[in-house]
């Protein structure tokens, strides 16, 4: 009995944030977590490596060993633990504290604590940040309905780097170490098309150069696209926003135009005062 | 007859999706397809050749012969030969194969099978993917839609940079290497127009640097335009997508959701069969 | 009595630019101020400050006085100076002149005094430019409008650039010196996925330049993403400004443009002091 | 008389192109402006200039004997000279031709003449582009009721950029010549804002990184706004196009919303078949 209620107090605890104890909770794990990520970022420069190399050992086992305890206190509390185990948070609080252990076995396995970053996406349920959940579903849903067009510009853009590149490698394959292969000239593609243009690698003839502009002045309209793209659906999906709030007396469905005044549905005469 | 039969039963195969077999033999082309681009672009790279040069050979004289003997397959179950021949997908498929034969003649010539790529554009055909036709349609609409506007656009922007280039030559072209004709200042001006940027030609001194600033700020501004364009169109077949032609019997007025069972302006029923 | 009519007279000349003088005065504080940053901007290059370093010194100190004596004026003419102290105008005005002053116990602070810049946002008081000021209103109400949607946005792309950021650094890291830490790797994907691309950090082998390349196509997809927020709601903003709350007396029905003069739906006469 | 008639023969050709004759001299004379201006861009490239500088010399200078006997026919056959002479036409006309005469006193001026550039705006009328001009017409209308959004853009920009070089000067200054001085610093910070990035100026300490991380971050998200603006423009003014044609028969004025069924002008009620 005693244990139950000791579950259910520490079920509160680790998995709401709605009691002063259960928010202390979330916000220290929170902040564990950017800790943690910060250790191994800084353990990854052989600078502070050197400097600090024990004290970041010691930090990441202090780290893993609480997050492993958190992820067993998750397990026992909950009434079902399977679901919990995989579910999203489940799988990414597992696979957050795996490395350090794997690390004995595998060297280098370490640095993927780094998906610990993932969790802090609890942030959001913390704080009730709900509506910027709402935004970003809003987001996201914008991004699935172009989903398609993406796919299909996706698709284009990989055919036309794939011919670009092999245009270039004929023009400056010969003459210019960094045009050497097809694929290095595709690279050079998508570092152009995409306005990202490194430098590492350039044209050198002036037929190359001319090639280039081409593509640059291309890669210019083409960058138009994926925005116009998104920017429609953004529009679309929020002028579903301003929709009027006016709900039919006669078979109560909403979603009726401003200027609306019968019902598109059933007929009937919609409230003036609307 | 046989003969009849066959080549339908084969034209059902090679043309059409449908068929578990007919669907069979498209993935596997695409498959072929992909490998043989595959096969090119590791061919071009020196490293991959001199260890497996015998072998990618070989490989792509499969290829060939395998694509060589579809393309006279199709040209032979089809009723009106010329009409594939000179059909979009005909004119490519051929274009596909020829390289490789040209090679025993022109050195370097294999490198053009790269076109095999645009084979690929049937992945849409046989996956059904009428869907993204529709987009890529769409998409394809609001580009030829703002095609008077994007010309005008890239008039003015090639005018520009010729006098970017100008300017640019004679304030850098003393002591820059880097800006040492008009040609290559333009190429430069084009490089930080689009904000690619490599930086393999880049201005030394101090009035150069400010007039590239001003270049970038205006390119900054520029860029707006394409971008202003497309989504602009896009918004606008979209819209149109929405609109409805139904006409309402009783009040003669347009303009109604598609979803609209009655007139929102009169409450009369709509037709159905809208 | 004279006192308070010359506090009067000063509080009109430095405070409004109504008068001539006044206008005058603010004019010519603009002009200093230019002056002001453009002697700093020099002074810290080594070139100009060798051959006129006393010149910019004295400079520098006739600006900083007579910003003294404008900000002492400002304070005895103003009849609650702390309400002006405390003013975001009195504040920057204050860290406008401490610098210099600080520059005699350490050195370097001088150049602080570059946040004069922003004593220059009176230029839209001076000018009576509140036609822009409503624009830079409307541009601040769009962007605060789209704050959460950019909150979550910039909080999905640090969680990227971390992970690819990572990712890298296990790819390349071995090979190539610029991947060094995980912190310079998620530099690097910073550089990369904005499109800026300066290249000197570079991906070297195969692997890294095709995950770069996959980056670089996911950045030009997610470059769409702000734009697409804040134009939309800028459109939505504009839309609103063109929306008029003028209700017709006869049918009470909104929507009216705001040229209307009669109603658009009973052709009833609108209130003309809409 | 005589004299008179070959005048308005001259003027027929020389401004028109309507006649065959016209038709053929605007395009040879396009032609020949290109032909001129690419003569101007090899003669400024070593390479060429070595291997053709006499033959350059003297299509330069017959180049500059036909544009100035155009010029000359021009200013004869018009009825006000002055009036050709002054207009846009014609002040580019005159400087197009300029620099090559100017270029016995003074050296280098012939690279001027690349202004003959914009002689080929001609092409719009002499094909009867007027569709472009009209699209040509809405970017710059576009362009010119976002004026104040982008001067208040720009002006925001040079703020910020003049901040952020500062800031990156004191950061960089000591350890990293590229950051010698605050303009260059401020460049750097004009190259890194607009996403060009050439990589000839980059931080090189961890602080210095991380700010520039923050200010590509903001780019990131400044560069959405004059986009938002330009397309939001461009909305507004195509959805102008959109507006119906019905016309008052009783004050005979238009610009009448779709579901608008009285005149918003003078009350009359519209034509219900519009």
Redesign the interface.
Known sequence: MANRRLRDRIHEIVFEADTPTGKLFDISLLILIVLS?IT???E?????NEAYHNFFIILEWIFTIVFTIEYLLRLWVTIRPWKYALSFYGIIDLIAILPSYLSFFLA?TQ?FV??R??R??R?FRIFKLG??LT??D??RR??IASR??????????T?LV??IG?VM??VE?GSNTGF?????S??WA???L???????I?PQT?IG??L??VV??L???I??????????????N?GAK?TNTQVCRYCTRE???????????????LN??A
Request: proline share 2%.
């Open positions: 990520v191994v970022m800084l990854s420069s052989d600078e502070w280098g640095y780094i998906i970053v993932f802090l996406l942030v509506k910027f935004e970003g809003q987001l914008a991004l398609n067009k993406i796919t299909v510009f996706l698709f284009a853009v055919l794939v011919l092999s490698y004929l394959g050497s292969s097809i694929p290095k595709v690279y998508i570092v152009t995409t306005t990202v243009g490194y430098g590492d350039t002036s150069q001319f280039s502009a640059m002045i890669g210019y309209a960058i138009a696209v994926p925005t116009g793209i998104v920017t429609n659906e953004m529009i679309g929020s301003f979603g009726h135009a401003n200027d609306a005044i019968y019902c598109k549905y059933c007929g009937g005469r003036e005062e």
